[in-house]
């Protein structure tokens, strides 16, 4: 784990409205199996071994990393994954990401699981981060020993340079197509996840602790869910941790892909009131040796170490391996399924259904890509001359699905979307879904903001069961509500499950 920076809450300052999540409990999946800490152990002597032979280090650009990376792929590859040594640059030197897919499973449907493989320059990383490293390693050698046959696609990632600021995860997902970006559902991250005077902490998903920077993309929740249920069932307490940038899930949340993941502390202290949740030593760090030389294989807590091996199975197996949702309802806006625009305010830029045009003003405004196929809903898709030119003016413009009748049960709406406004918009500029039926409930909703707000598809679900055996329509909104400023907005994929 890298040293605190800025946090990513002016990314998350105006998230979406949270979702209800789907309850773990609720799930069709597998058991999932007990990973074995001496196994687990036996990859952290592995990586100690590597660091000794190596000036100490596992870092960046040293010799200790590679070979570090070396172990975990021939490791994988041996158990039948499909792997890639993925170089990037930085500081002059080469780093690599390791990236391991199983076969099988919905490729349109990923469930990652990542862990940074670096240390410091100062000391061996055995807890920060050989423990998630080793952790997430045997969990995807149990998935090759049961032959597991996930619905989901499982991919498996161990990160480079994550101490120089999250360098190999932001490469990854920088370069993935919006397509492949748009494919990956969920994101789980484990970083520090064995420190000698442990806390039990879970990435707060849904900001339920109501303080720090804010809750997790639409998604998150369901993640925090499962790793909270696992905990629950062997009779610890968790504590919320916050999205504060300092590990790999940033890359992936500012990009609205949902994370989640476990950590047992870096260099804060343990309060009074967590030795007594936790056990341990109060006004003590819960890694004292937390970017320093003696991080090695004794700095290293077996229980917490096992536990959290455990929850990262639990977690795989809960959600890779559940009954995929049953389809009620979708349009990917390729033929027309007779949405009808509702007359509005807007006097231009008013929404359609076609093949959109790039415009681009400090950046993507509206996007001439889509998640898929050829058309989308967008704002006016025609780029005219200028960037404004076709962008929403005036107020308000909207338009509505056909009716869609709902089944009893537990329903869920997903979709892609973008809002982008330039740095003239107000927070009363805004992208809006509402459910109509026997009542309106708005499931999704990001206000403007005066700042640049480039366009790029994210990901939204929301809980909508509450209209179950409604006839509903699914409205969907955009406005330029205030002063003459630039808004623009696109939705594709939607789709409605049970």
Known sequence: MRPRLLTLAAILAAALLPAAPVQASG?????????????????????????????????????????????????????????????????????????????????????????????V????????????????????????RQGLAPAKHLRFAWWGAEELGLRGSSYYVT???????????????????????????VYDGDNSDGVGSGPGPTGSAQLERVLQDYFTSIGVQTRGTDFDGRSDYGPFISRGIPAGGTFTGAEGV???????????????AFDSCYHRSCDTAGNVDDTALDRNADAIAYAVWTLATATPPATVWSDDFETDKGWTVVPGTATVGTWERGDPEATSSSGAKQLGTTVSGTN???????????????????????????????????LNLSLSWYLAHGSNATGADFFRVRIVGGTTATV??????????????STA??????????????????????????????????????
């Open 175 to 201: 370069n993935l197509s919006t397509t492949d970006r748009s494919k990956i559902k969920g994101y789980l991250n484990f970083d520090m996840v064995g420190s000698p005077n442990p806390g039990y902490f």
């Open 376 to 410: 989308d809903l967008v704002t006016g898709r025609l780029a005219g001359a200028s960037a404004g030119d076709y962008d929403v003016d005036g107020g308000t413009t909207s338009i509505q699905s056909p009716p869609i009748t709902l089944p009893a049960g537990s």
């Open 27 to 119: 799930v069709s999946a597998l058991a999932a199996p007990n990973i074995s800490l001496a196994n687990v152990k036996a990859h952290l002597s592995q990586l100690q071994s590597i660091a000794t032979a190596n000036g100490g280090n596992r870092a960046h650009g040293r010799p200790g990393y590679l070979a570090s990376a070396n172990y975990v792929k021939g490791r994988l590859d041996a158990a039948g994954f499909t792997t890639t040594l993925q170089s990037f640059s930085y500081n002059g030197a080469t780093g690599y990401n390791v990236i391991a897919d199983w076969p099988g499973g919905d490729p349109g449907d990923v469930l990652m699981v990542g862990a940074h493989l670096d240390s």
């Open 444 to 457: 999704v909703q990001q206000l403007g903001a005066a700042s640049d707000r480039d366009g790029a598809w």
């Open 461 to 498: 679900t929301a809980d909508i069961s509450a209209f179950a055996g409604q006839t509903v329509r699914v409205v969907i909104e955009a406005g330029d509500e205030s002063t003459a400023s630039l808004v623009e907005a696109g939705v594709d994929d939607v789709r409605i499950t049970r």
């Open 270 to 284: 343990k309060t009074s009131a967590q030795a007594s949740l936790w056990g341990g030593t109060a006004g003590q």
């Open 121 to 144: 320059t100062a000391g061996p990383g055995i807890n920060d981060n050989g423990s998630g490293s080793a952790a997430i390693l045997e969990t995807a050698l149990e998935v090759s």
